[in-house]
Nanobody
Framework: QVQLVESGGGLVQAGGSLRLSCAAS????????MGWFRQAPGKEREFVAA????????YFAESVKGRFTVSRDNARNTVYLQMISLKPEDTAVYYC?????????????????WGQGTQVTVSS
């Protein structure tokens, strides 16, 4: 079992930045690929970014490429999502998730454990 707790969400103006963190329980954190997903009101949950267990490989949705970066600190059991140049359309609840697949994967169905989410609101 892996428990995930996100933090770092909030209200920011368009063009601003936020860094989300996701702290994981357990001793085998490095064995899991980690992903970030988001869900806006009335929309389906969508993939944002993923990072492999080692942290070497990353994968991004086209809508956030060049603006978001994903990283992890396996010693701290934490994964981060750094977001810059935020847009109002980035407004959503952001979730981190863990996959027993070692490699980064954009498919929601590949993720076994989910956090409760953190709200990100970008005002225009």
């Amino acid at each position: 079992q892996v428990q995930l707790v996100e933090s770092g969400g909030g209200l920011v103006q368009a063009g601003g930045s936020l860094r989300l963190s996701c702290a994981a329980s357990g001793r085998t954190f490095s064995r899991y690929a980690m992903g970030w997903f988001r869900q806006a009101p009335g929309k389906e949950r969508e993939f944002v970014a993923a990072v492999s267990g080692s942290g070497v490989r990353t994968y991004f949705a086209e809508s956030v490429k060049g603006r978001f970066t994903v990283s992890r600190d396996n010693a701290r059991n934490t994964v981060y999502l750094q977001m810059i140049s935020l847009k109002p359309e980035d407004t959503a609840v952001y979730y981190c998730a863990a996959s027993t697949d070692y490699s980064a994967n954009p498919a929601l169905s590949r993720y076994n454990y989910w956090g409760q989410g953190t709200q990100v609101t970008v005002s225009s």
